[in-house]
């Protein structure tokens, strides 16, 4: 039997269990998801940094030929097929909503056109700069991944008042023995 959400207020979906209710994120296939996705964002963006600078210091390299301009006018029409993955990839493990980016289409027929409408769109820049901010991203997020994944079970061993950051410290042994009496200190 499905239980319906209440008109007004707040709603919370009953728990099952107490290792539930105590390590319930651990549980959550959504965590799994978000901690994947983080732990892809290193390789990808090694990969993509990697791919776009030689692509483009190919293609700005032999510019003066007209292999050159082809290479990087090739390049700009993949990476938005690249940013369209990670756009795909961003909604599907993280449970995102992100739409795609609008770019400019061509008014007229034939290559000239189409080339120039995807050159003087903002999105083939946006999705270049982001590619290329992947790799930055993706260590930091590696990094909080790995972190995170790490220190939970520490976590978990730890006291309350600890984690808060308030501990109360015993210096000296009569602390130690007088504390529960002594009510000056």
Do not use: C
């Amino acid at each position: 039997m499905n239980e319906a959400p209440p008109t007004g207020g707040w709603y919370e979906p009953k728990q099952h269990g107490n290792a539930r209710k105590v390590l319930g994120v651990a549980f959550d296939g959504q965590t799994w998801s978000n901690l994947a996705y983080l732990l892809l964002a290193l390789p990808l963006g090694v990969l993509y940094f990697t791919v776009l600078a030689a692509v483009v210091t190919v293609g700005g390299g032999l510019i003066a030929l007209v292999v050159g301009a082809a290479i990087l006018v090739a390049a700009a029409f993949a990476w938005p097929l690249v940013a369209e993955f990670e756009r795909g990839m961003a909604n599907g493990m993280l449970g995102t909503r992100i739409e795609p980016l609008p770019f400019k289409q061509a008014v007229e027929p034939g290559l000239w056109p189409m080339v120039s409408a995807r050159l003087s769109s903002t999105s083939t820049w946006q999705s270049l700069l982001y590619l290329f901010l992947r790799l930055p991203i993706g260590m930091f997020a590696f990094v909080a991944g790995i972190v995170g994944f790490v220190l939970a079970p520490f976590t978990l061993t730890m006291s309350l008042h600890i984690i808060n950051g308030a501990a109360f410290v015993v210096a000296r042994l009569t602390e130690a023995l007088l504390q529960p009496w002594d009510t000056n200190t």
